[in-house]
Each structure stands twice: as C-alpha cells, then as structure tokens.
C-alpha cells in the first residue's frame, strides 16, 4: 500500500470518528448523558434574573404562557408575542435559556443550533423550574399553563412533556422541583409548537407524549431546519391516543418566518403576513383553553 493511501485511510478513519462522536454527542439527551446536574433552587437561580414576566391588565390569577425561543435566543418576536398574549388576559413568562449560560457569545448558539450544546432534553430542565416559580406566584393560574416553543423551543416543550409523562428527570437537574405536582407537567394544559426539531435525537420522537395537554403544530412545508414529517407523525400519533392536536401547515416560507432578526447569511426569510396568521391561531388556541 503506498503512503498516500495510508495516509488517506487514516484522514477517513479520523473524519469518520468525528462524524460519529458529534452524532452521539447530539444523541445524549436520549442517552442520558448530560453536563452536571444542579438542585433545581441553584438552576432557576442561574435563570430568574433574566426571565422577563409580562402580565395583562386586572385581577389574577391569570393564564400563563411560557415562552421559549429558537436556538439563536429569545429574540424581538417573543417581546411582541408577549403583549399580544396580554390583550387576550394572558400572562408570560420569556425564559432565555442562553444568556445565563454564555450561550450568546462568540456564536456559541450555532452550537445549540446543531444540538452540540443545551440540547432539548437539557433545555427541559429550564422548563420544570419555570413551572415551579410560576406555581409559587400567586398573581397566576399554574393550573392553565401553557407552553409556547420556537423551533429549538418547540423541542425543548415536546422533550419536557415526554420525560414528564415517562417520570424521567431532566438531565441537568438532580431532581423534579419539589413544588411540581405528580406528573410534572400537572396544569400544562396546552403547547403550541412552531417548526419544532421532532428528528430521532428528540426525546418525543418515539411519540411517548402525554395526550392530556391540547397540541396546536404550526409547521413549515419543506423546511430545511427541522423537517416536519416526524412532526406530522407525532401529531399523528397523539391524535390517535384520543388528545386534541390542531396542525397547520405554512406554505411558501421558511423556517423562522416570525422572526424578523436573522444572523449573516443565513436563507431563512420573515413573513409578516404568515406571521400574524400564525399569532392568530396562537390566541384562538389559547382563548379556548
């Protein structure tokens, strides 16, 4: 064998375990390898500072809605969300998942975008101890909960609502917060999930999802991000186990329609018009909870 075969055979070999070792590290979240687990006290700790509440007008206690975003952190289309879910007497909860985390450094998100960093188990965890400080204020209704992911969001709420329905601890927390009920997800009584990541590396991808909670997927039509079959499956799925899904699918957009701020070169587009068709549906969806 010549030498630059060899040294072919070798440059395959180290590029094939690369291939593999960023596969498995996308896969830890059903794998159950994580980072350091925290007390749930020291993560909403981490987190509380940079959560923005939003409450509507009158006497609570209100509906509350948790709000999620895509992989490039929360965004300006979450703060308009916000007030458009107050006009309807709802109350929010912005949960930025990054900037705690020095996730909106140096491009760090681009690693959260590949699932390399914070995948949507981890990101669960963020979500068990919301509920938890949301069910500790009394100006909110923890029994009409509901969450509201973006993308990476929307796989962060499906991964939270799996494990919650398998009793399986999110992977960076010790433990359940001790102020959720049994199961976890007890008053989340409704997601809705637009252009959510639903591929094998989810911990919902094999469709073990609660069916008490009501579903609404807003999905894109070829998206180049997170394909949406395996959401129309898992809709699917829930529909047949007797929960409510409502499923719309947009044509002639892109991943990310909603949101106006894109990173350099990036080909998704905002779509104003599919945006206030699909913030439409969101307060629909929500008015009959």
Not at 122 to 128: F, G, P, Y
């Amino acid at each position: 064998m010549t030498r630059w075969k060899r040294r072919l055979i070798w440059a395959l070999a180290v590029v094939a375990l690369l291939f593999s070792a960023v596969t498995l590290n996308s896969f830890r979240g059903r794998l159950g390898w994580s980072a350091v687990a925290l007390d749930p006290g020291e993560l909403l700790q981490d987190l509380a500072p940079e959560m923005v509440w939003t409450l509507p007008e009158g006497e609570g206690p209100h509906p509350v809605a948790m709000l999620l975003s895509g992989c490039d952190g929360p965004r300006r289309n979450l703060d308009l969300l916000a007030r458009e879910l107050a006009g309807i007497g709802w109350a929010s909860v912005k949960v930025d998942s990054h900037t705690p985390r020095g996730l909106g450094e140096n491009q760090l998100w681009r690693l959260v975008c590949t699932g390399q960093l914070l995948n949507g188990a981890e990101r669960a965890s963020d979500v068990a101890v919301t509920l938890a400080e949301i069910r500790s204020r009394a100006e909110l209704d923890a029994g009409r909960a509901v969450l509201i992911g973006l993308s990476h969001g929307g796989w962060a709420s499906l991964d939270f609502l799996a494990l919650s329905a398998e009793g399986v601890v999110p992977p960076l927390l010790t433990g359940w917060p001790a102020a959720l009920a049994s199961p976890p997800h007890t008053g989340v009584v409704g997601a809705v999930l637009y252009y959510p990541y639903c591929g094998p590396a989810a911990v919902g991808y094999r469709g073990d999802l609660p069916e008490d909670p009501r579903y609404l997927f807003l999905l894109v039509e070829g998206d180049m991000i997170t394909n949406e079959e395996r959401c129309l499956e898992i809709a699917g799925g829930l529909r047949a186990a007797g929960a409510e899904v409502g499923v719309h699918t947009f044509t002639g957009v892109t991943h990310g329609f909603d949101q106006q701020e894109k990173s350099d070169l990036s080909l998704l587009e905002f779509d104003p018009a599919a945006r206030a068709e699909a913030v439409a549906m969101t307060l629909d969806f929500l008015r009959d909870l």
